[in-house]
């Protein structure tokens, strides 16, 4: 059986993808659900009042790369030595600059350039919009992996109901960009997956014969059919590694699942030789995607390397420090290969404890959270009172992450189904490295987890989806088939399990609500809201 243009029916249902025409009613959904996780990161934000947890540096280098170019140090008028890239920084610095920044121990006060708000505003802003627009991003997402629109809005809600993502878009700390960038490369990866199907699918109608050798059997080149977005994605790839390194611990999870998809793509077209031809056609593009990366991360150092007064950017300035030069042009990149050593190796060599350290074998099970705030202090109608911000998920949403984990390794397997191997790919990327370094006790935060968080959601979604929609039953030889109530029925009640999953995630999410944002409660009901036989005070 053939469809148009002489192509199989099969491979056309094999190269299909989500229609790309614009729909409105999608669109519409996706707004409501980005409309809900922006109230609940905007309103409010200026609270806690002042510095919280890790702001204390992030908040004043974000302002130091505005002011001076690099991070400074205001006290000692001089430039910082800092251990992570800045462009995390830079993007905290922005909202500082638009709304003003104030430090008082440093007698700085800055009005903001668009307007002036509350200090906290201004530095809190950057990570409250990365964690809308990454709500966004997975909504669409989800859409086109799934193709449905109702689960990709529930995988967009779910984050946006998950107090560890809700904490991290109030704070000024590093990690909501990490994760911004790092789901914003897996978007890229499948509307390039996406754009090449319909490249063969169109080829193929065309009158493409995919078993001819050379270039006769591939779709036409030429620059509209380049790989676009994959080279999109090493861009991306390249800012969020410049917002942390341990962004580089997906980059062999994309390579693997571009090239994955290639091969697949050839093999559903027919092609005779796929893994050679997709090897031969693709790793030059992968190696280019490569290079963008690099250059896209060394030019976030722009600040460091335009300007003379960052941190061993003079050799002038540190003769007591080896390997530095001031060799024009290139003694600039040579002192900024010389700074990455050293930050390495403080990475590699951070073992100091800390009171809310934890390994990676407790992130998934809330074992051990990160207080960015508490205080006794206020009138809450009791004798005692609490505020605090506590970097903890939904505890409903997180407990139901390691068993969709394993039901989508299950389903995935069972069906064959691409989706759940791209899923436990990227998850497995923004975990399983820690759990090496854990063995040589290097001290680790939960929020270390951030940019596994979308990924662990899409398996949650992934696994609801299943039950909305299971794998046709094999029928045993002389029954009847199953009629259409029957899958209607099966659609329904997993519609409504779905569905009542959804609200009691959202009703834990309520009940948490006030230590996700510092609201100030009697003791008693803070107390309450610490589980776990109080391991997470």
């Known amino acids: 059986m053939s469809g148009g243009g002489g192509v199989p029916a099969i491979v056309r249902r094999r190269l299909a993808t989500v229609d790309a025409r614009l729909d409105v009613n999608s669109w519409l959904a996706t707004a409501v659900v980005v409309a809900i996780a922006a109230i609940l990161r905007l309103v409010g934000l200026s609270s806690p009042k002042g510095k919280i947890f890790d702001e204390i540096y992030y908040a004043r280098d974000g302002w130091g790369l505005v002011d001076k170019g690099v991070e400074w140090n205001y006290k000692d008028n001089g430039p910082s030595y800092v251990v992570h890239p800045p462009l995390g920084k830079w993007l905290i610095g922005l909202g500082e600059w638009a709304f003003g920044y104030s430090d008082a121990e440093h007698n700085i006060s800055v009005p903001g350039h668009l307007t002036t708000t509350a200090p906290e505003f201004g530095w809190r802003i950057g990570a409250a919009i990365a964690g809308i627009v990454s709500v966004l991003l997975l ?8 193709r449905s629109t109702a689960l990709g809005c529930a995988a967009g809600l779910l984050l946006a109901l998950d107090g560890f993502h809700l904490v991290l878009s109030r704070t000024a700390l590093l990690d909501i960009f990490l994760l911004l960038f790092v789901l914003a490369a897996f978007g890229a990866l499948v509307l390039d997956r996406d754009a090449r199907r319909r490249r063969w699918s169109r080829a193929l109608e065309a009158g493409l014969d995919p078993a001819a050798a050379g270039r006769a059997g591939r779709p036409a080149g030429g620059w509209r059919n380049w790989p676009w977005w994959r080279l999109a994605a090493g861009v991306l790839l390249g800012c969020a590694c410049a917002v942390k390194w341990s962004a580089v611990y997906f980059l062999p999870a994309f390579a693997l699942l571009a090239l994955f998809w290639e091969v697949g793509v050839r093999r559903s077209a027919g092609v005779r030789r796929p893994w050679r031809d997709a ?6 593009w992968l190696a280019l995607a490569g290079v963008l990366m690099v250059v896209t991360y060394v030019a976030t150092w722009s600040g460091w390397l335009l300007t003379d007064d960052g941190y061993y950017r003079l050799a002038a300035r540190y003769p007591n420090v080896p390997g530095l030069s001031d060799t024009p042009y290139l003694g600039a990149l040579n002192n900024l290969w010389e700074y990455h050593k050293a930050a390495y190796g403080f990475h590699t060599t951070l073992e100091k404890s800390h009171p809310y350290q934890s390994w990676p074998w407790q992130w998934l099970l809330l074992g051990r959270p990160v207080a960015f705030h508490w205080s ?11 505020s605090e911000v506590l970097l903890l998920g939904t505890p409903l949403l997180w407990w139901s992450f390691l068993p969709a984990l394993f039901g989508a390794a299950w389903i995935g397997v069972a069906r064959r189904d691409w989706r759940a191997g791209a899923i436990l790919l990227c998850a497995a990327a923004g975990l399983l490295p820690w759990f090496w370094f854990a063995l040589d006790g290097r001290t680790m935060f939960s929020f270390y987890a951030a940019p596994a968080l979308p990924f662990l959601v899409l398996a949650v979604v992934y696994v609801l989806g299943a039950i909305v929609s299971p794998a046709p039953s094999r ?13 209607a029925d099966r659609r329904l009640i997993g519609g409504i399990a779905v569905g009542a999953y959804v609200l009691l995630v959202a009703l834990c999410f309520a009940y948490f609500y006030p230590i996700f944002v510092g609201r100030l409660l009697p003791y008693a009901e803070w107390s309450a809201r610490i589980w776990l036989d109080g391991r997470w005070t």
Request: net charge negative; glycine share 16%; charged share 25%.
């Open 376 to 386: 006794g202090d206020g009138a809450c109608g009791a004798p005692t009172c609490a």
């Open 139 to 146: 909504v669409r997402i989800g859409r086109r992996l799934f």
């Open 279 to 284: 090897l031969l056609d693709e790793v030059p």
């Open 475 to 487: 029928v045993p030889p002389g029954d009847p088939p199953p009629g259409p109530d029957d899958a």
